[in-house]
């Protein structure tokens, strides 16, 4: 680790409990949660050797940190509006001595494939907001809204940038809320984008699921497999042991 990275107001360093993996955040501003650990675990499994990946919508760059750790891909690219959680991501890409592998761009997700061009990612990933504006109040704090609401980008924005991005045959992964889940398949086969795995995620065995796990392959024919789903809890706070193995047996 690079011990000459410095922290600053209202930030704080994360163990990842991976590889000696660290992150940078400020908990005033938005941490990444569950739901991320969970994306990468999920993407982790077909993401190839050499594979050149994209994450949008990187926020602190918490996906490509965690993949380096658990993929053989040969370069993350990682794409964030905020200029705020940018300078976090490069500073923890640096802190990991990760530069050689992970790029942090600062951009706009509606454009990215002019930023980056057409058709050179073998696999894309995305934690994108998941309320649209008919979908809960918006916080006051922009960081947090901006990561919660589509204030800057919209499914459609995020399903046709992937679409140009991708090579064909190319992975599109994403973690959503299953109350949207007809919107999503349909917006995802709208740009050639056709859903292959599907995991569902459930606070307990007996609650329906609020999370999902979505693996859609470019230009792929119609097929999907679901996988079993993910049970957070046994009991209220204890985890069961298919999460602690997600985790590594950290949490």
């Known amino acids: 680790m690079n011990n000459n990275i410095h922290l600053k107001d209202g930030e704080r360093l994360d163990d990842l409990q991976l590889n000696n993996l660290h992150i940078i ?36 760059g918490i996906l490509p940190i965690l993949l380096s750790a ?11 509006i ?14 990991n001595n990760l530069d050689e592998k992970i790029d942090i761009v ?18 894309v990933t995305t934690n994108p907001p998941y309320m649209n504006d008919n979908h809960g109040i918006k916080n006051p ?16 924005d995020i399903a046709r940038e992937s679409s140009k991005l991708l090579k064909t045959s190319g992975r599109f992964y994403m973690v959503h809320r299953p109350f949207r889940m007809t919107e999503i398949l349909c917006t995802l086969a709208k740009y050639k984008l056709e859903t292959k795995r599907i995991c569902m995620v459930q606070p ?18 119609p097929f999907v497999k679901f996988e079993p789903p993910i049970i957070v809890y046994d009991t209220p706070s204890v985890y069961t042991t298919q999460l602690l193995n997600i985790y590594g047996g950290t949490v």
């Open 25 to 60: 955040q400020n908990p005033e501003k938005f941490c990444f949660g569950m739901d991320a650990v969970l994306l990468s675990s999920f993407a982790s499994k077909t993401i190839r050797t050499n594979d050149n990946v994209l994450d949008l919508g990187t926020g602190t």
């Open 70 to 80: 658990k993929t053989k891909a040969e370069h993350y690219s990682a794409l964030e």
């Open 82 to 95: 905020q200029e705020e959680s940018v300078d976090m991501a490069k500073r923890s890409v640096l802190l």
């Open 106 to 123: 600062n951009g706009d997700i509606k454009t990215a494939s002019q930023i980056f061009g057409a058709a050179v990612f073998d696999a």
């Open 141 to 156: 704090d922009m960081p947090k809204a901006i990561a919660r609401h589509e204030i800057l980008c919209t499914l459609d």
């Open 204 to 221: 307990f065995v007996s609650k329906e699921p609020n999370m999902v796990l979505i693996e859609a392959v470019k230009n792929g024919k």
